[in-house]
Each structure stands twice: as C-alpha cells, then as structure tokens.
C-alpha cells in the first residue's frame, strides 16, 4: 500500500483508502510566509495538521521542512515507500504533484461532484448557459438527497424565496441594548490543549523572526481542528441552530456573527468533514420532524449546490480566470481595509464587517458579498489583490473557494461568467436586512451631503462610471436609467471622487 501524504485540507479519514494506511504530512514554514495571514487561520492550519498527526501516531510522518519538495525527497529516501496523493485543492500545488516523478495522484475527494461528474454534467448542457440551479438539481438527483421517488422532496427543488427574510424586530439591536440576536446555542465550545499552546508559541517566534507577517487578532480556538470536534459541531449546529436556519439566512446583525449559520465551512475544508455527510445529517434532522423541509433544503443547497458548484467552476474557468479584471478595476486596497481597522471607519456595517474579520476570521456570506465585496467593486479595487486578502482573512479560505466567489461573484472582473450582474447595493438594502444603520453615523436614504451612505453614494458612483456597459445587462438596465432621474448626480460623483481611499 503506497504511504498517503495528505495536505493540510485533507484530514478527514476519507483522505485515506484504508484506515492503516501510511501517512505524510508535511509541515512548511515557507507556506505560510506567502503573504500576511489570518493569526486565527495560522493557528487552526497548523494545529489541524498537528492534532492530525498526533491521531495517527506511529501510522504518520510528520516532516518539517521548507518546501513541499524537500520533505517528499526525505521521505521517499528514508522509507523507500511508494507515495500517492488525492489531487490536491488549488491550480499551485496541482503543479507542484505533477512535477513530482513517482507521485501517484488519485482523483480529489472531499466534495459531492467530482471534477469528471462536472464534465459530464456539462457535456450534457451541450452548449447551454452555466447555470448553478441545474447543477444543483443533477446533484441533488445522482446522490438521491431529498428525492422521494425521483422528485424533489415536498415537490420543490427550492425555497429561496423563503429564505430571504430580513431579520424581525425582536432580533435586532437598538440604542443600549447592542446585543440583541436570534438567541440560539452558540457552537460547542472547542477546548485548546498543549498542542495549540506549542502552535501559538511558533507563531510568535516565528513572527519574531520576521519569517512570517500575521494579521487580525488572536484568542482561543474557535473553529476545530480535528474531526472529533467537527462531528461535535455538526452535531451541534444540526440539533440547535438548523431548525431556524433558512429565513433569515441573508440577514445581518451587528450583535450576532454567527446567528443560524453553520460555522462549519472552517472544517468542510479542511476536509474534517465531508460535504454529504452533512447534506445526509441535515435530511435525518428533517426526516425525523426535527428541521421544516426549507431550512434543511436551504443548507443542503449550500453544501452540493454552491460549494461543489464554486469547487468545479475554479478548474472549469482554468488557471488564467484568476487575472480576470473585466471593470478595469486597478485601486490598491487602502490600509485601513487590508489591515483590518475597524475603529478607523465609521460606516457602521463596514466597521462591524471588519471587526468581526479581525477578531475571528469569520464573516457570514452576506456579509462578505454586500458589506466588503458591496464596497470594494464600488470603489474600483483591485481583484486579484481582494482576492488574496479574503483568502488571507478569513478561516475558512483557500484559493479554489476565494477566486471564483471573488472574481465572478463578487467583483464581476469575469465579465459575467460566473453571476450575469455584478452583486451591488445601496444603503438601502442593506437597511433592510440588518440592524447596522440605525445607530450608523450615516443615512441609508442620503446620497449627497455630510450623512450621505457611503453605499448608496457608491452604488449611484459606480453606475455612473459603467453605465455604458450595463446599460443593455437585462438585469441591470433599469438601474442604469435610473440615473437619468438623479438630479444630484454631479453632486455625487464630485462627493464620492473626494471621498477617495479614505475609511468612510
Ligand atoms: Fe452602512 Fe450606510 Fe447603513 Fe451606515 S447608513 S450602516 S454606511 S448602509
């Protein structure tokens, strides 16, 4: 049996063909010198990858070096084993497996649609458009989740347009009373050992050293790093929190990162979990009249819809889709943003966004799409450097998630491959699904003068600057006419090119 190196997003026990089987894995200072990164994602990277080879014991080699290279080269010479590997998760490593004479690699794991299923899905469009609703109905039928007798359980393959509620009053938080929240459990508490105490010791040191630049803040463990607290989680979220998961999914409280969320997303990638066995857990839950039919549905679509959809679009786009920059968008993150000050910023959705990034390396969906992604297209940042920072930021990054969700979905720099609109919003959506404006120093309604919503402004800025190319997007037209309607629109622009890089 060939000795398995498994990266350090495949740590679950279905990396392995067996569950003897001989291990590699590889710990490289180098890797984390790349770029600053998350001091929360530094700590649960390489305390995953430690707790996973303290599991294994004797069945693991745990080799430090600098590169990748050098540890497959001690490895091969001191154990003469034969190593094979599960294709690894980003178009970089990918090259790196491929130039490695004798390496075995066996197709990826750890995601419902595999790369060759994604081919013959499109084979069988033939032609048509990329559409993630009927990659997810495929899915849904060839794993058989939520199917009754080849339909879709409750006869809909989709209760999006209820699971678009904006949060209700008793949840949101006014004045004094800043906490207020969807009162759930919060996830299980995950207990740090001797093991995190000795990540947290490197890390400074090698801070020190000046080998590695860290960023945002630091504090117990909250997301797992082993699979015993995965399932802990799973089981956790399942029972407490997807029961009200659903409605209020694109809501946002300032008071309440996690609110129904999953929180799960840090160990789907770092494969502690697979994504169907949480689909599978989520139709339990609702079989058993424990979770209504659209919470379960909305979760699995997350699961194999967009997570599988994202993970395939990555290799289907191919490597150059990366350098995509369709809005000529060239403004370099301002330090403010890329160093996660919150306190500099008075806008208080942005504000929050960022504190909640730099405290935990965690900010719900919405949050990422309409507060910081929302801002930066605004703004005209640069995406290939956005990019890096949410793969940087947050927990749960790594490069097959971050390109496609930043550069189509979020930053339409593909042009319209991905999302045939760019996500944009004003002021006023943004009211309505959160609790943030109302104590913000701004007005969600003002455009122009010394409250006026630094997204509202920025949204009528940005049509103004495209107009010409969103003027014929069927979805975006009537937008682009709108403008027509603004009186103030010098006003606008002139307020919103003087705003410039400063923290709103
Ligand atoms: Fe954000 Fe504007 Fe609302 Fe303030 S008023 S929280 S800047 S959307």
Redesign the pocket.
């Known amino acids: 049996m060939s000795r398995r190196w498994l990266f350090a997003d495949q740590l679950g026990p279905h990396f392995l063909d067996e569950p003897g089987q001989p291990v590699l894995l590889v710990e490289s200072r180098a890797a984390f010198a790349r770029r600053p990164l998350h001091r929360r994602k530094a700590h649960l990277l390489l305390s995953a990858l430690r707790h996973r080879a303290a599991e294994l014991g004797d069945q693991a080699l745990l080799v430090r070096t600098r590169t990748y290279r050098d540890a497959v080269d001690q490895v091969t010479a001191r154990t003469g084993d034969e190593l094979s590997a599960c294709a690894p998760t980003s178009w970089a490593a990918r090259r790196l497996t491929g130039n490695l004479p004798g390496l075995i690699v066996r197709p990826a794991r750890g995601f419902g649609t595999g790369e060759e299923e994604f081919a013959a899905w499109m084979d069988r469009r033939s032609g048509h458009t990329l559409l993630m609703e009927d990659f997810y109905r495929d899915a849904r039928r060839r794993l058989g989740i939520l199917m009754d007798g080849g339909q879709p359980t409750g006869d809909r393959w989709n209760f999006d347009t209820d699971n678009r509620e904006p949060p209700t009053p008793d949840m949101k938080g006014h004045g004094q009373d800043q906490r207020q929240g969807m009162s759930l459990p919060a996830p299980p508490a995950v207990h740090e050992d001797d093991i995190d105490l000795q990540v947290r010791r490197d890390l400074d040191e090698w801070q020190r050293a000046g080998d590695i630049r860290l960023i945002g803040g630091d504090g117990p463990r909250e997301f797992p790093a082993t699979r015993a607290e995965a399932r802990a989680a799973l089981e956790a979220f399942v029972r407490d929190r997807l029961p009200h998961f659903g409605p209020q999914q694109d809501a946002m409280l300032a008071g309440d990162p996690v609110m129904a969320h999953s929180l799960l997303s840090t160990s789907l990638n770092l494969g502690l979990l697979d994504p169907v066995e949480c689909a599978h857990a989520a139709e339990d839950a609702y079989r058993a009249g424990k979770v209504p039919l659209a919470s379960a549905e909305g979760f699995i679509r997350q699961l194999i819809g967009w997570r599988d959809y994202v993970w395939n679009l990555y290799w289907h786009f191919g490597e150059d889709y990366r350098h995509r920059n369709a809005l000529d968008a060239g403004a370099r993150l301002p330090a403010w943003f890329a160093e996660l000050d919150a306190e500099a910023v008075r806008?208080?959705?942005?504000s929050t966004a960022l504190d909640q990034v730099r405290e935990h390396g965690y900010a719900h969906h919405i949050i990422r799409l309409m507060v910081l992604g929302n801002y930066a297209i605004q703004r005209g940042w640069d995406p290939q450097e956005l990019t890096g920072w949410f793969h940087a930021s947050f927990a749960d990054g790594y490069d097959w998630v971050m390109v496609p969700n930043v550069i189509g979905m979020s930053q339409h720099a593909d042009g319209g491959l991905m999302a045939s609109k760019p996500y944009l919003s004003g002021?006023a959506y943004?009211?309505r699904m959160s609790d943030?404006?109302g104590d913000?120093?701004?007005?969600?309604s003002d455009r122009v003068g010394p409250r006026a919503?630094?997204?509202?402004a920025g949204y009528w800025a940005f049509l103004d600057r495209h107009s010409s190319r969103f003027a014929h997007n069927p979805r975006m037209a009537r937008q682009v006419k709108g403008l027509a309607r603004l009186a103030d629109l010098a006003e606008v622009r002139d307020q919103e090119r003087d705003r410039g890089q400063d923290p709103?």
């Open positions: 806008a208080r959705c942005l002021g943004i009211n943030y404006c913000c120093h701004y007005r969600p919503c630094p997204f509202t709103p």
